[in-house]
T-cell receptor, first 110, second 115 residues
Framework: AQRVTQPEKLLSVFKGAPVELKCNYSYSGSPELFWYVQYSRQRLQLLLRHISRESIKGFTADLNKGETSFHLKKPFAQEEDSAMYYCALSGDNQGGKLIFGQGTELSVKP | ETGVTQTPRHLVMGMTNKKSLKCEQHLGHNAMYWYKQSAKKPLELMFVYNFKEQTENNSVPSRFSPECPNSSHLFLHLHTLQPEDSALYLC??????????????FGAGSRLTVL
């Protein structure tokens, strides 16, 4: 079965510290992985996807098929990074039918 | 308004009421989705429409009835709901299910409370 696990409900770091939000998935085929973000009072929006291999707002994520992980990283956290982060998976030919993790709340303190 | 618009933003209803949630997008997308976001649970996919045809019903109870009259509009008709149906209902759209463009654009959600 397809499943996305985000083991941390809350991650609290100080400004300037490195941050890593963990995401592990379970899927037998070739998944497409995403990170979505929801800032306070804003709607859920795409942060990045693994096939783009981009760095967005200083965040990067590498798909590790051996470890079935897609952890989100940023070397120096900023206060404006505080938000809910959701990891999501789309299976083969599944289009936009995403399976979401439970989300991790990132709190960056000054 | 651009993007995905959902109305109403908040809805309170009794268990015997009938109400509808509306979603509208002006992005030229052909796939539309209903997701349910409950407290302490991941977003759950409910229904998917591709070019107005329903392609997914994720074991959703029949008290939820979707309708997609055209590629720009999506409704979720509600009747005889239960208190546990209280949640944030999110509408989303994407280009379509076949192009490989799997990025979803979400609406702000409709917060439903069932008394």
């Amino acid at each position: 079965a397809q499943r996305v696990t985000q083991p941390e409900k809350l991650l609290s770091v100080f400004k300037g510290a490195p941050v890593e939000l963990k995401c592990n998935y379970s899927y037998s085929g070739s998944p497409e992985l995403f990170w979505y973000v929801q800032y306070s009072r804003q709607r859920l929006q795409l942060l990045l996807r693994h096939i783009s291999r981009e760095s967005i707002k200083g965040f990067t994520a590498d798909l590790n098929k051996g470890e079935t992980s897609f952890h989100l990283k940023k070397p120096f956290a900023q206060e404006e990074d505080s938000a809910m982060y959701y990891c999501a998976l789309s299976g083969d030919n599944q289009g936009g039918k995403l399976i979401f993790g439970q989300g991790t709340e990132l709190s960056v303190k000054p | 308004e651009t993007g995905v618009t959902q109305t109403p933003r908040h809805l309170v209803m009794g268990m015997t009421n009938k109400k509808s949630l509306k979603c509208e997008q002006h992005l030229g997308h052909n796939a539309m989705y209903w997701y349910k976001q409950s407290a302490k649970k991941p977003l759950e996919l409910m229904f998917v429409y591709n070019f107005k045809e329903q392609t997914e019903n994720n074991s959703v109870p029949s008290r939820f009835s979707p309708e997609c009259p055209n590629s720009s509009h999506l409704f979720l008709h509600l009747h005889t709901l239960q208190p546990e149906d209280s949640a944030l209902y999110l509408c989303a759209s994407s280009q379509d299910l076949d192009s490989g463009a799997n990025v979803l654009t979400f609406g702000a959600g409709s917060r439903l409370t069932v008394l």
